[in-house]
Each structure stands twice: as C-alpha cells, then as structure tokens.
C-alpha cells in the first residue's frame, strides 16, 4: 500500500488548486486545507484507504468556497466530478465517490457520511484543537459580519459554539478512536464555562484586531 500521493498528482494538486485558497477567507485559507490534508492522510494510513483518492479529496474539499458558503461542498464535489484533469488518476467509480466525500464532509451534515472517504475527510476537517477553533470563529465572524460590534461578537461566537461544539452541538466524529476525541472533550469543558469562554473569546477578538496591551 502507498504511503504518499503519487508525485503527478501532487504537482497538478498544488499548482492548480491549492492557490485558489488563497482567495478565501481566514478559516478557509491555504493553511486551513493544508492542514485537513496532512490530518486525512495520517487517518488513511490508519484506515488503509486510497491515499491518491484522500488526498485529492482533502485538496478539493472546501474548494467550493468560490461559491456561496451554504452550499459549498456541493459546488465543491460538481468542480471535483468536472475536473477533466482527474481522469488521468481515477475511475469513474472513484470520481463519485470523492464526489460524494466531498458533499458529506459539512459538519452540519444531517446523517453519516456515504463512505469511509466522507469519513476520513469530515473528520479532518474537524480543527478541534481549541485554539484553532476559537480563533478561526472569530476570524470568521470578523471577515463575514464586519458591521458587528465587540458584543455583538462575541454573542455570535458564543452561540455558534453552542450549537456546533457543545455537548448538544451538532457536530459528529465518524473514525472512533481518532484525536479529535479528546480535543472534543476539551473544548466542551471550556464551553461550559461561560467566563473561561469569553476569556478566549477576548484574547483572540484582541489578537485578529490588533488590540493588544
């Protein structure tokens, strides 16, 4: 089993794609995909899955961004599915299936990713690190809602981690035993506390603004 995408792959991947992140916003950006590759690729050495396929699809993931964001992991699996350039790597059967990956990696998702590549992908799209999630929340609410105030903010990052990340959120992991667990944990014990969580709130609210003492 390969242990690395194939080295023509990579290069079409990272000249061709990748650079359309750079147009998308701070928690979609060309770190954001360069780290759910890194983290789908450890998963498929884990899993045994195509590694040429996992990394495809995590290159393509939030590709859809070029659209309105609601919809974006379908516009992301149609640019995947009419990408011409992938029939050199891939089967017909494995363009819908990266296709589908890529449709079901939305952590809003209603029901269980169709495959273990929409598992592997949704999974690593999850930055349950604490510190990435506090701070792509804000960097997000900041480059989407400017008209909000400081208050006004932090009600919206205090909501949206109720309703993703909190114990009732909505959110799912998919590959048990994965890192994300106790990451998960973690950010859940923060959330609970409403004075811990503004204090994150404000340190990166002061960092993405340039209010620092």
Do not use: C
């Amino acid at each position: 089993m390969k242990n690395a995408p194939s080295l023509d792959l990579m290069e079409m991947i990272e000249t061709q794609i990748l650079p359309k992140y750079s147009e998308f916003d701070k928690a979609h950006n060309l770190e954001h995909v360069t780290r759910v590759i890194r983290r789908s690729l450890e998963l498929a050495a884990r899993t045994g899955a195509d590694v040429d396929m996992v990394y495809t699809i995590a290159a393509y993931h939030d590709i859809g961004m070029s659209g309105p964001r609601a919809v974006h992991h379908i516009t992301g699996g149609k640019i995947l599915s009419q990408d011409m350039r992938l029939k050199r790597w891939f089967t017909p059967e494995q363009m819908k299936i990266m296709k589908e990956a890529i449709e079901d990696h939305r952590a809003s998702a209603s029901r269980a990713p169709r495959s273990l590549y929409g598992k592997i992908v949704a999974e690593a799209d999850r930055d349950i690190v604490p510190e990435q999630v506090f701070r792509r929340t804000v960097q997000f609410g900041l480059s989407n809602y400017p008209e909000l105030d400081k208050e006004h903010q932090w009600q919206r990052f205090r909501e949206h981690m109720d309703q993703k990340y909190s114990a009732h959120g909505y959110i799912r992991l998919w590959i048990p035993g994965s890192p994300n667990e106790e990451k998960l944990t973690q950010l859940r014990n923060i959330i609970a506390n409403e004075k811990a969580l503004r204090q994150e709130f404000e340190r990166y609210f002061d960092e993405e603004t340039g209010n620092i003492d």
